[in-house]
């Protein structure tokens, strides 16, 4: 693989994260399986839309992987479930959390996930050795949930808010609630107002705002602006509220790779490529990629340009 770094073919990183700090990611789903096909997901269209559980990638082999990893000691602020899909629609979940805890228990377990699945007690007991847990709602009505979600036919936003208000009171480690802003969508007075009394049932012990960063699934779609934001803030009445800032550069990120980076731009210096493009010729999992690629439109230095076959990103320098 270029750029010298070890293959894994479970774990990435470590990335930058904005609100995670130092963050091992954990993939456990093949892309792109989720749950929903939200319209804007970095990730790209849900290629294989289910509700069901089972070992997408071998349980063993990641457990494998992770030994292989932290026996190194690694400095990491977090080990993150996220990654190209639903992270707990992956049985062996419980098994892998519990080997980082036994083995290598300094180290703190982040999970990123839709949240659908927690209307299910069994799937919401699996997640109790986690510190600290981040699901989304970005809609509490079911046509907010349909327009943005674009979930399996199975899932009712009724019964996953019920999971969330449920998880809650049952996990004793953080819970932070994401929702992503949709200009138009879920901003509006009606679905503001049902994500607001959403929201206060499920008492997180934050919610974190987040927007568009680069296009989504669909192409009309915006990001929200600040002001919308804190609009938006003001309407969901809810007081530990926040805007998520992203890493305003690259000397605020300390897991940041300038080789990574160079690989990037080396690469798109000589063709446009997707994100895709770039995972396949870089060995880097698209979430890394993703990371860099940010920073590097935040510094001028790559643009992106939406094709037929999906969004390409040129140096322009
Ligand atoms: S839940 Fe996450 S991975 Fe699944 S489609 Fe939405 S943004 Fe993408």
Redesign the pocket.
Known sequence: MACGKRIYKHLFGPVPSRRLGISLGIDLIPHKT?????I??E?GK?TNLTSERREYVPTAEVIEELDSYLSESPRLDYITYSG???PTLHSGIEKITRFIKDNYPGYRVALLT?GSLFFDKGVRDEMKDIDVIIP?LDAATDIGFMKI?RPCSSLKVEEIISGLVELKKEFSGEFWLEIFVVPGLNDTEEELAALSKAVHRIAPDRVQLNTLDRPGVVDWIRAATQEELEKFAEGLGYERTEITGRPSSRSGVESFSGDAMECIIQTISRRPCTVEDLSSILGMHPNEINKYIQLLIEEGRVAEKREERGIFFVSVE
């Open positions: 989720c749950s929903y096909n939200c804007y997901c990730c849900t190209s899909g639903e839709n989304s979600d």
